[in-house]
């Protein structure tokens, strides 16, 4: 591409106009159309809410309207203010995006086990209380605790279907979420269940893990199915 631009700049295309030799062309009328404009008054100097008193201000300040945003028009209003209980509500289409740099800190091997297949917990180095949904310290005494493999097999403890969820899970509704438990863990794993209906789930039954090949780095890179 380079190589063409060299060759055509070789054969001297006309002379496109510099910004100078632009400007040097347009200074005539440039001076003469600015003879013609009235001197400008020196401006005057912005005057904010706090500078001067309420008094000179009264009916004098408003703040500038501006074209973003939402354009709404003839929003219906009743005479009677007792009608406005049976508005039906205002909706807007908000484009809304944020962009975050998250750490996972001390959560970060539990995420890397996910990714790789593996549940872990943790467990207290003092009592051995044993978390399914690791702690970095024990809640019941308060001393470290160290990582530990969980198995990937464990039964549902209780159950639930969503019909509503967040944003990201809305689409989805409904679904069921279980509360798992596992050999040798004293608390309980937050997961889907998937693979089965609402009438196929019964406390008791057991369940085993599934990952998501592509991992996202969510706790919901683990979900369950009937085992
Ligand atoms: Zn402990």
């Known amino acids: 591409m380079s190589k063409k631009i060299q060759k055509k700049a070789g054969k001297s295309p006309p002379r496109r106009p510099t910004s100078r030799n632009r400007t040097e062309t347009l200074r005539p009328a440039l001076e003469k159309a600015l003879r013609r404009m ?29 074209e973003d945003g939402n354009s709404a028009f003839r929003i219906p209003f009743p005479k009677d203010l ?18 975050y740099l998250h750490s996972y800190a001390q959560d970060s091997p539990f995420f890397a086990g996910l990714a790789n297949g593996r549940l ?5 180095i003092h009592c ?8 970095g310290h024990c809640m019941r005494c308060g001393e470290k605790t160290r990582w530990i493999e969980l198995p990937l097999k464990g039964k549902v403890h209780s159950w639930t279907t969503c019909y509503f969820g967040s944003q990201e899970f809305l689409k989805e509704t409904p679904f069921n979420l279980v509360l798992v ?6 608390t309980l794993l937050l997961s889907r269940l998937v693979g089965v ?8 039954m057991e369940v085993k893990a599934q990952f998501r090949r592509n991992a996202k780095l ?8 009937p085992a």
């Open 197 to 204: 209906g609402q009438d196929g789930i019964a406390v008791g």
């Open 181 to 186: 438990e596992f050999e040798g863990a004293d």
């Open 128 to 135: 051995r209380y044993t978390f399914a949904t690791p702690k």
């Open 218 to 225: 969510l706790a919901s890179d683990v979900y369950f199915v």
């Open 38 to 66: 009235p001197k400008a008054k020196p401006a005057k100097r912005a005057q904010g809410v706090g500078t001067v008193s309420a008094g000179n201000l009264r009916g004098k300040v408003r703040l500038p309207e501006t």
């Open 120 to 124: 872990l917990g943790t467990r207290c």
């Open 82 to 99: 007792a009608h406005l209980d049976g508005m039906s509500p205002l909706v807007i289409r908000w484009h809304y995006e944020m962009e």
